[in-house]
């Protein structure tokens, strides 16, 4: 079992940044790639960026060049630095893990991230 908690969530005015981190705990050992989603309400859940165990990471093209998303040297946390944030972007963002022992995906239980004036 993974247990994840996700933090640094809040109110950002348009081009501003923020930074949100993602905490492991449980079987860390299992821990595979990581990632980083987020949900409008009524919306599908979408990629926002991963990080795989080797640090390789991917961005969906909207955040390319804006976000970054790293993980420390334990693999146990990991964050999305956000710069340039638009107010579309307003959303419920989520971390993930791809956990390599169970094959199944974790999730947190998010946090809301507001963009606007």
């Known amino acids: 079992q993974v247990q994840l908690v996700e933090s640094g969530g809040g109110l950002v005015q348009p081009g501003g940044s923020l930074t949100l981190s993602c905490t492991a705990s449980?079987?860390?050992?299992?821990?595979?790639?990581m990632g980083w989603y987020r949900q409008v309400p009524g919306t599908q859940r979408e990629l926002v960026a991963t990080?795989?165990?080797?640090?390789?990471?991917n961005y969906a093209d909207s955040v390319k060049g804006r976000f970054t998303v790293s993980r420390d040297t334990y693999k146990t946390t990991v964050s999305l630095h956000m710069n340039s944030l638009k107010s579309e972007e307003t959303a419920d963002y989520y971390c993930?893990?791809?956990?390599?022992?169970?094959?199944?995906?974790?999730w947190g239980q998010g946090t809301q991230v507001t963009v606007s004036l």
């Open positions: 993930n893990d791809q956990n390599i022992y169970s094959g199944k995906d974790y």
């Open positions: 990080i795989a165990v080797d640090c390789s990471t």
């Open positions: 449980g079987s860390v050992f299992a821990i595979g790639a």
